[in-house]
C-alpha cells in the first residue's frame, strides 16, 4: 500500500513541527512539505496531496482563503487545526468536520489521522467543504496570484476591472496586471455582484470605479473608470448593469 502524502500549513514554525513530528510516527504516512499560508496553495497544485493538515488563523492567508484559492472540490482529505475559535468551532460541528483545538494530545491528534486517512483511501469528494465555505463568505474577498516566487494576495476590492485572457484572467489593480487561471465566468460566479459586473464577454468591472458612461453606436457604451480606463459595456449586458445603479441593491 503506497503511503499517503500529506502536507502541513501552518504560520508557526513550531506548530508545524508538532504536526509533522505526529505524522512522522506513522509509517502510512510520507510528510510532503510544510509551509505557511502564503505557499500553501502553490504547495498543494504542486504536490497533490492526500491530506492537508490547515491551520485556520493565519494572518496573511489564512485556511479558508487557502481552500477558496484552490477550490472545494479539488481540495485533499483536511484536518483544520485551530486555536479557540468560536465561530470556527460551532461551524466545524454544524456541518461535521474534523478539527483540532490547540493545544491537542496524541490520542486527540492519532483520532483525527485516522478519520482523515479513512476519507482519503475512500477517494470521495467531501461536500461539507464547499457548504462550510460558502456559510462562511459566499463571495470571494481576497484573490491568490501565483507569482515566480511567491503567491500575491490581491484584495478584491482594490481590482479596478478584469480582462479574459483565453482560460485565464487578468486582474488590473492600481496600474498593475496579475494573470490569474480562473475564467471570467469563475470570477463572475465567485466575486460579489454587488460590487462587481459584467459588462461584456471578456470584462467584469468593480462598480466602485465606473465614474461616466459614454454612449457609443448600436447601444454599446464605454465605461470610464477612476484611473482613466475605458471599458466597453456592451447592448446585451447595459440594462442589468445600469439597474445595478436603481434598484438600491449598492
Given at each position: 500500500?503506497?503511503k499517503?502524502?500529506?502536507i502541513v500549513?501552518?504560520?508557526?514554525?513550531?506548530?508545524r513541527?508538532?504536526v509533522?513530528?505526529?505524522l512522522?510516527?506513522d509509517p502510512?504516512?510520507?510528510?510532503?512539505?510544510?509551509?505557511s499560508?502564503?505557499?500553501?496553495v502553490?504547495a498543494?497544485?504542486?504536490?497533490?496531496p492526500d491530506?492537508?493538515?490547515?491551520?485556520?488563523?493565519?494572518?496573511e492567508?489564512d485556511?479558508?482563503d487557502?481552500?477558496e484559492a484552490?477550490g472545494?472540490?479539488r481540495?485533499?482529505?483536511?484536518v483544520?487545526v485551530?486555536?479557540?475559535?468560536?465561530?470556527?468551532?460551532?461551524?466545524f460541528?454544524?456541518h461535521a468536520?474534523?478539527?483540532l483545538?490547540?493545544p491537542?494530545?496524541?490520542?486527540?491528534?492519532?483520532?483525527?489521522?485516522?478519520?482523515a486517512?479513512?476519507?482519503?483511501?475512500?477517494?470521495r469528494?467531501?461536500?461539507?467543504?464547499?457548504a462550510l465555505?460558502?456559510?462562511?463568505?459566499?463571495?470571494?474577498?481576497?484573490?491568490?496570484?501565483?507569482?515566480?516566487?511567491?503567491?500575491?494576495?490581491?484584495?478584491?476590492?482594490?481590482v479596478?476591472?478584469?480582462e479574459?485572457?483565453?482560460?485565464y484572467?487578468?486582474l488590473?489593480?492600481?496600474?498593475?496586471?496579475?494573470?490569474?487561471?480562473?475564467?471570467?465566468?469563475?470570477?463572475?460566479r465567485?466575486?460579489?455582484?454587488?460590487?462587481?459586473?459584467?459588462?461584456?464577454?471578456?470584462?467584469?468591472?468593480?462598480?466602485e470605479?465606473?465614474?461616466?458612461?459614454?454612449?457609443?453606436l448600436?447601444?454599446?457604451?464605454?465605461?470610464?473608470?477612476?484611473?482613466?480606463?475605458?471599458v466597453?459595456l456592451?447592448?446585451?449586458?447595459r440594462?442589468?448593469?445600469?439597474?445595478?445603479?436603481?434598484?438600491?441593491?449598492r
Amino acid at each position: 500500500m503506497r503511503k499517503l502524502r500529506a502536507i502541513v500549513v501552518d504560520d508557526e514554525p513550531l506548530a508545524r513541527d508538532t504536526v509533522r513530528l505526529l505524522l512522522e510516527r506513522d509509517p502510512e504516512i510520507e510528510v510532503a512539505a510544510e509551509c505557511s499560508g502564503v505557499d500553501a496553495v502553490a504547495a498543494i497544485q504542486r504536490l497533490s496531496p492526500d491530506l492537508l493538515f490547515l491551520d485556520v488563523q493565519m494572518p496573511e492567508v489564512d485556511g479558508f482563503d487557502v481552500l477558496e484559492a484552490v477550490g472545494a472540490g479539488r481540495v485533499p482529505a483536511i484536518v483544520f487545526v485551530t486555536a479557540y475559535d468560536e465561530y470556527a468551532l460551532r461551524a466545524f460541528d454544524v456541518h461535521a468536520i474534523d478539527y483540532l483545538l490547540k493545544p491537542f494530545d496524541d490520542a486527540r491528534f492519532g483520532l483525527a489521522l485516522s478519520r482523515a486517512k479513512e476519507r482519503a483511501r475512500s477517494g470521495r469528494q467531501d461536500g461539507k467543504i464547499a457548504a462550510l465555505l460558502h456559510e462562511r463568505a459566499p463571495y470571494q474577498r481576497r484573490l491568490l496570484v501565483p507569482a515566480r516566487d511567491r503567491i500575491l494576495v490581491v484584495d478584491a476590492d482594490d481590482v479596478d476591472w478584469i480582462e479574459a485572457s483565453d482560460y485565464y484572467s487578468t486582474l488590473h489593480v492600481g496600474g498593475r496586471t496579475h494573470l490569474l487561471r480562473q475564467t471570467l465566468a469563475d470570477l463572475e460566479r465567485r466575486l460579489d455582484p454587488a460590487r462587481f459586473a459584467r459588462v461584456h464577454r471578456s470584462a467584469i468591472v468593480n462598480l466602485e470605479r465606473v465614474r461616466e458612461i459614454h454612449p457609443l453606436l448600436r447601444g454599446d457604451c464605454a465605461l470610464l473608470l477612476a484611473d482613466g480606463t475605458r471599458v466597453r459595456l456592451s447592448r446585451t449586458h447595459r440594462e442589468p448593469f445600469e439597474r445595478l445603479f436603481t434598484t438600491g441593491r449598492r
